[in-house]
């Protein structure tokens, strides 16, 4: 529980912006997964900077735990509250604040979502790329070092973060990165904070590349006989020199449930969905390659349109693709899984993971972004069973262990939270002690975000 003298003194400048009513608590103690409700014991809602050193200062005087929150949209526990304290909600600061455009550069509060930003972008001919499916906080985007499905074109958020203005644990407010393109100068504190998971501080503000907004976008689904094809089609398109902003993948079983609860009208075998942007001229020639491709691959079925209500029909469809998949399994929950491997050994994990998951007797439709190698298995479990919880949670950590053989990685994208905590040591061996010490010497008292991403002790 937090001390009365520390929620005294939040409540002193706070006011009504701190909640401590049961429903608001419980809103942020979950999870859009299986994890266990974890909420706080309070919930800020600053409006500046200032006011969040202020609320943070407090609550190192007390050692009350800091969780950052911008929409709740992670999927492995990152903003719940294990140990209690105050969750700060960002849902105040969501401004832009500049925009450069000779620089292609914005500076942008936290609590604004990718979407906001791009409605506030489109008179300015530029856009922000980064598009992981939910209309998540850019904040929480930089926080868990997020990519989705235009990363094999554009990069992840590592790629897009120029500078941080970031709240440390003590309450000091520090800068990171410039306005510059490039610099030699020291350690790079800002790839230091992408990726932290709100354990080493609260962002604040950030400065992100922009790009152009394409002359010309169009979107392409292709159907082939097995993953194999599918992938090799992949490979070979990469090979060749084409880079299609992005390149999907669902299999069957993800099909016919787009079918059936989506309107979709997928051929039940794996398909690829592809979208390319560029000039008029270079669109429609890399469309055409892209499909000559997958044709000597075994593929069939190509399409491509232009017209923006197709485009968008096929990628709203595949951005929810993970709610209409619970939905089809009425009173479920999942295990997602989000490994990344190799693209060279993609096809084989992917494989190696539709057997395991046909064995256990439990939904699972595969998934992911097969332009860099990331995919995900989305372990259907009844609320109520916990057999089948731990046969899913087993199941991923199967493919987990699998992917770390091929030489990849526990999380390509949704990052560590609780859920891949385990993994670290077997993925970062000596590395991971090295993190907790950049973490004891940043967080002595360890307040911040405390039970996720480093060793416990």
């Excluded at 604040?204 to 159907?223: D, K, N, Y």
């Excluded at 491509?304 to 619970?326: F, G």
């Amino acid at each position: 529980m937090i001390p009365n003298d520390a929620l005294h003194d939040l409540r002193t400048f706070l006011g009504e912006r701190l909640s401590t009513g049961k429903s608001d608590l419980s809103l942020h103690g979950r999870s859009e997964t299986w994890h266990a409700e974890m909420p706080p014991d309070a919930v800020a809602y600053p409006k500046d900077t200032a006011e969040v050193a202020r609320i943070v200062q407090i609550c190192a005087a007390h050692g009350v735990p800091v969780i950052g929150w911008g929409v709740g949209s992670s999927l492995e526990g990152h903003a719940s509250a294990p140990r209690g304290g105050v969750t700060v909600d960002f849902r105040h600061m969501d401004a832009v604040l500049e925009v450069r455009p000779e620089d292609m550069l914005v500076r942008v509060q936290p609590g604004l979502t990718r979407e906001g930003l791009n409605t506030a972008l489109r008179a300015t001919g530029l856009m922000f790329p980064v598009d992981p499916g939910a209309n998540a906080t850019l904040g929480g985007m930089a926080a868990t070092r997020a990519s989705g499905t235009t990363a094999v074109r554009y990069g992840t958020m590592r790629d897009q973060v120029r500078g941080l203005e970031v709240v440390l644990p003590d309450g000091r407010i520090i800068r990171t990165g410039s306005l510059a393109a490039k610099s030699s100068a020291g350690y790079d504190l800002t790839g230091l904070f992408v990726g932290s998971e709100g354990t080493l501080g609260l962002i604040t503000e950030l400065t992100l590349r922009l790009h152009g907004q394409p002359e010309a976008v169009s979107a392409a689904i292709c159907a082939f006989p097995d993953t194999a094809a599918a992938i090799d089609t992949v490979i070979l398109a990469t090979q060749m020199g084409l880079r299609p902003a992005r390149i999907e993948f669902v299999d069957a079983a993800t099909a016919a449930i787009l079918n059936a609860h989506d309107g979709g009208d997928f051929t039940e075998a794996p398909h690829l969905l592809m979208e390319f942007h560029g000039s008029d001229t270079g669109v429609a020639e890399e469309a055409a390659r892209f499909g000559e491709v997958a044709a000597e691959a075994g593929g069939s079925g190509y399409a491509w349109a232009t017209r923006p209500e197709d485009r968008n029909r096929l990628w709203s469809m595949r951005h929810r693709a993970y709610h209409t998949i619970l939905a089809s399994r009425p009173g479920s929950t999942a295990v997602v899984t989000d490994v990344c491997v190799p693209i060279s050994r993609m096809g084989e994990a992917i494989d190696h993971a539709a057997a395991d998951i046909a064995d256990s007797g439990l939904p699972g439709p595969i998934l992911g972004h097969v332009g860099d190698g990331n995919y995900h298995a989305i372990l259907l479990v009844d609320r109520a069973s916990p057999e089948e919880l731990s046969a899913a949670k087993g199941l991923s950590d199967r493919m987990v262990a699998h992917a770390l053989d091929l030489g990849g990685t526990a999380t390509g994208e949704h990052g560590v939270g609780l859920g891949k905590l385990h993994f670290m040591e077997r993925e970062h061996g000596a590395g991971w002690d090295v993190m907790g010490a950049i973490k004891r010497a940043i967080d002595p008292d360890g307040i911040m975000n405390p039970g996720k991403l480093i060793r416990q002790n």
